[in-house]
């Protein structure tokens, strides 16, 4: 089939840029054509490219008529669906707060889809979507790439704090803090620390203890790490075998985050440490997040939804009319707020781009 993923940004190796970049090349190996339409391309879309895979800021550069849009992000779903008027949809949340997750609502989407409970709540809660009209299919780590360390230390020696989002500036210095009176090293990788690390699953069997939360926590945990979910937002704790299900419901992510990331705090969840206990879960995060298989449910959802949509099925929410006033008077009212804050040039310069094309 000829599938079309938009992404309002394919140019760091960030959330659902990587996303994007794992789950196009895997449906290429499986004999489908891909295309990727995004508002900001980089260095991660050159790579994309160079693979073969056509990726695009203009609809009208697209080679292919898709027979499916994968949709992340509004502003780029409403521009896909707006010039592919006769294709279906199957509509992604990645995050409960950004602006540009907001549900987009149109009678082309057939399926609506939350990467967790948290996502699904904003289509539920926030939106009014019935329960039922919302499926969850969770985030995946690819063991290819991400392979479970031979021995676990029977105590925790190094660290790694593994996010796009710490750095002085927030929680990095508690952390080290904490790691250092219990005599840990730690050490940073991510884009706000200025440490880019590009191939993290060659450095992530070297650490015992992982700080991380969502894709990060994940790709962690399948190497053999303990993880400490944690973030800007807060501390979630340490992922156990009692509250792994728990955790991965919520993608190990920001609604589980409501402890303070204090030192004091931060010590209580090292000391949680065990690693038996770190065995079986990445044991269950392997079986439970294996990356081909969450394509292969992906690719039954597309199959569905083109189906359906022969037989002349609609989806049930429609407003596009309103949704479209919507989602630019937000990105409008964001370019004010940002606009006043000079340090912001570069998101505001980026969002203003983003009502011009």
């Known amino acids: ?6 992404n309002i940004a394919i140019s760091e190796y960030t959330g659902t840029e990587t996303y994007v970049k794992e789950l196009a090349i895997e449906l290429v190996n499986r004999g489908h054509l891909v295309e990727i339409f995004t508002l900001r391309m ?30 992340h992000h509004n502003i780029t779903a409403l521009k896909a669906i707006s010039f592919f008027k006769f294709t279906p949809v199957v509509y992604f949340i990645h995050d409960r707060t950004f602006i540009f997750d907001h549900p987009y609502i149109h009678k082309n989407i ?31 780590v690819n063991t290819d790439r991400f392979r479970l360390k031979e021995n676990i230390n029977k105590q925790p020696k190094k660290a790694l704090v593994f996010s796009n989002y710490l750095n002085d ?47 990060a926590a994940i790709e962690a945990m399948a190497t053999g790490a303990a993880v400490i979910v944690c973030d ?69 959802i597309y199959s569905d939804v083109i189906i359906d949509f022969k037989n002349q099925i609609r989806g049930k929410y429609n407003s596009p009319f309103f949704q479209y006033i919507f989602i630019y008077k937000c990105i409008i009212v964001n370019l004010t707020k940002l606009r006043l804050k000079s340090k912001f040039l570069k998101l505001y310069a980026f969002l203003k781009y983003c009502l011009k094309k």
Not at 1 to 6: E, S, W, Y
Not at 42 to 51: A, M, Q
Not at 132 to 137: A, L, N, Y
Not at 252 to 281: H, S
């Open 232 to 300: 800007f937002r807060g501390l979630g704790g340490m992922v156990t075998s009692s509250n792994m299900k728990h955790f991965r419901d919520f993608n190990f992510g920001m609604k589980l985050m409501t402890n303070i990331p204090t030192k004091n705090n931060l010590i209580v969840e090292i000391n949680k440490y065990d690693f038996c206990d770190t065995i079986k879960v990445s044991e269950y995060i392997i079986k439970e997040s294996n990356f081909l298989s969450v394509v292969s449910q992906l690719e039954e």
């Open 169 to 215: 500036n927030n929680i990095y210095p508690q952390i080290k803090e904490a790691c250092k009176e219990l005599g840990v090293e730690v050490e940073i990788i991510g884009y706000s620390s200025g440490n880019i690390c590009l191939q993290p699953e060659k450095i992530l069997n070297e650490y015992d203890l992982v700080f991380a939360k969502a894709k």
């Open 110 to 140: 057939l399926r609506y889809v939350a990467v967790d409970y948290n996502c699904k709540e904003r289509y539920c809660l926030e939106n009014n979507f019935k329960e039922e009209d919302v499926e969850i299919v969770y985030n995946w």
């Open 42 to 71: 980089g260095n991660l879309s050159k790579e994309l490219i160079e693979k073969g895979i056509n990726v695009t800021s203009n609809l009208k550069k697209l080679k292919l008529i898709p027979d499916i849009i994968h949709a």
């Open 1 to 6: 089939m000829n599938v079309l993923i938009t």
